[in-house]
């Protein structure tokens, strides 16, 4: 079984301050998604990465994949109340129909 | 946005009764996801279908069934409800289920009470 752990589990910081969330695991994934969830709503897909070491950047938000393809990072720059939510990792295999998710991390952004 | 509706949003049920599920996409991906979600566990997967009538177990299947018999359709039933499986529901599509790019986009969700 496929485990990813993200951590922090919780994370409360002041608007204009930058954050880092990490997700790792013990086991290579072929590609790696980042998900926002907003209460009350289902998640939603921010970035995708599929190469070891690749980079993404979407606006103030950086996603990494790591050169061996077992963790990632998500780090926010001047981070803003708009920010807030659970921000959810996802391992996908290539030959599995299915992805798994981390436990998630709950970004409060204070104004 | 992806045309995903689940019906109903909310249910409180008691324990021992049946209850159904239903999720309704109109963008014909062939795959189709059952989450629960609860504090702590993020998401995890009850069942997914790769086609109509093809499903196939996730990683926490105990006490639900599925059926897809059509590609719009996909429905998630419990057979006898318990209090264990009061949670958040998300139903997902996805149109290349794990061909590398597995992105799945998400309904509503379904919060489910069972007292």
């Known amino acids: 079984t496929q485990l990813l752990e993200q951590s922090p589990q919780f994370l409360s910081i002041q608007e204009g301050e930058n954050l880092t969330v990490y997700c790792n695991s013990s086991?290579?994934?072929?590609?790696l998604q980042w998900y926002r969830q907003e209460p009350g709503e289902g998640p939603v897909l921010l970035v995708t990465v599929v190469t070891g070491g690749e980079v993404k950047k979407l606006k103030r938000l950086t996603f990494q994949f790591g050169d061996a393809r077992k963790d990632s990072s998500l780090h926010i720059t001047a981070a803003q109340p708009g920010d807030t939510g659970l921000y959810l990792c996802?391992?996908?295999?290539?030959?599995?129909?299915?992805?798994?998710f981390g436990s998630g991390t709950q970004l409060t952004v204070l104004p | 946005d992806a045309g995903i509706t689940q019906s109903p949003r909310h249910k409180v049920t008691e324990t021992g009764t049946p209850v159904t599920l239903r999720c309704h996409q109109t963008?014909?991906?062939?795959?189709m996801y059952w989450y629960r979600q609860d504090p702590g566990h993020g998401l995890r997967l009850i069942h997914y279908s790769y086609g109509v009538k093809d499903t196939d177990k996730g990683e926490v299947s105990d006490g639900y069934s599925v059926s897809r018999s059509k590609t719009e359709d996909f429905l998630l039933t419990l057979e006898s409800a318990t209090s264990s499986q009061t949670s958040v529901y998300f139903c997902?599509?996805?149109?290349?289920?794990?061909?590398?790019?597995?992105?799945?986009?998400f309904g509503p969700g379904t919060r489910l009470t069972v007292l």
């Open positions: 963008e014909n991906h062939r795959y």
């Open positions: 086991s290579v994934f072929s590609s």
């Open positions: 997902a599509i996805s149109e290349r289920g794990g061909i590398l790019f597995n992105e799945q986009f």
């Open positions: 996802a391992g996908g295999s290539g030959s599995a129909r299915q992805l798994t």
